[in-house]
């Protein structure tokens, strides 16, 4: 198994990003897919998640400013951000392999992509 993600980058404060992760060697249609985020000095949280029936759930932090989606025919997970804050700084990573929708009380599957940084500065 495989999570390949891409998108990160710098951005201005206000500004918008969209992150991928493509999944390979797994049945990805069948999987709860989610968004990790790690900042310097902090445990790693849970950012977003997407049921495999398209349910989600967002961090209070996000909230409104982020979207998580799904293309199963592509087998990739989307993070959409926007109204960036340097507070969003961190590196992401998606998740996956878990089901019964327990990623959306943050119980994380078995496999992590290598994460790509967000900086949001000026």
């Known amino acids: 198994v495989q999570l390949q993600a891409s998108g990160g980058g710098l951005v201005q404060p206000g500004g918008s990003l969209r992150l991928s992760c493509a999944a390979s060697?797994?049945?990805?249609?069948?999987?709860?897919m989610g968004w990790y985020r790690q900042a310097p000095g902090k445990q790693r949280e849970l950012v977003a998640a997407i049921t495999n029936g398209g349910t989600t759930n967002y961090a209070d932090s996000v909230k409104g400013r982020f979207t998580i989606s799904r293309d199963n025919a592509k087998n990739t997970v989307y993070l959409q951000m926007n109204s960036l804050k340097p507070e969003d700084t961190a590196v992401y990573y998606c998740?996956?392999?878990?089901?019964?929708?327990?990623?959306?009380?943050?119980?994380?599957?078995?496999?992590w992509g290598q994460g790509t940084l967000v900086t949001v500065s000026s």
């Open positions: 998740n996956g392999g878990i089901t019964r929708g327990r990623i959306l009380a943050g119980t994380s599957g078995p496999y």
């Open positions: 060697g797994m049945i990805f249609s069948i999987f709860d």
